[in-house]
């Protein structure tokens, strides 16, 4: 059973925008870091982007660098992705994931809680 859930996905232009949400209240342990992967098909699952209990330490991959913004909100156990100017490559089931103790990674090994996903496709 899904201890996080995504909501957000769906059809967007090339160019535009989409606002991923994460919603970790079912969640059995403490969120301690918060984590968006993506998964093409025939791809493997890869890092997006990472975001510390706090908020203050957040990590990118090189792909969406300056494209996509995390965050997250403690006092309702949320967290967010804002993708912009998203591109075709973009296009994935995008997965939440949170892990209860430890750093920020972009190693999904690490991360003991994920969503079910949630659709992006972009389309030109």
Do not use: H
């Not at 769906?10 to 342990?29: E, H, R």
């Not at 330490?57 to 995390?70: H, L, M, P, W």
């Not at 100017?85 to 939440?96: G, I, M």
């Amino acid at each position: 059973q899904a201890q996080l859930v995504e909501s957000g996905g769906g059809l967007v232009q090339v160019g535009g925008s989409l606002k991923l949400s994460c919603d970790a209240s079912g969640a059995t342990l403490t969120p301690v870091v918060m984590g968006w992967f993506r998964q093409a098909p025939g791809k493997e699952r890869e890092f997006v982007a990472t975001i510390s209990r706090g908020g203050r330490t957040t990590n990118y991959a090189d792909s969406v660098k300056g494209r996509f913004t995390i965050s997250r909100d403690n006092a309702n156990n949320t967290a967010s992705l804002q993708m912009n100017n998203l591109e075709p490559e973009d296009t994935a089931v995008y997965y939440c994931a949170a892990r209860s103790e430890g750093w920020t990674s972009s190693r999904p090994s690490v991360y003991d809680m994920w969503g079910k996903g949630t659709q992006v496709t972009v389309f030109s």
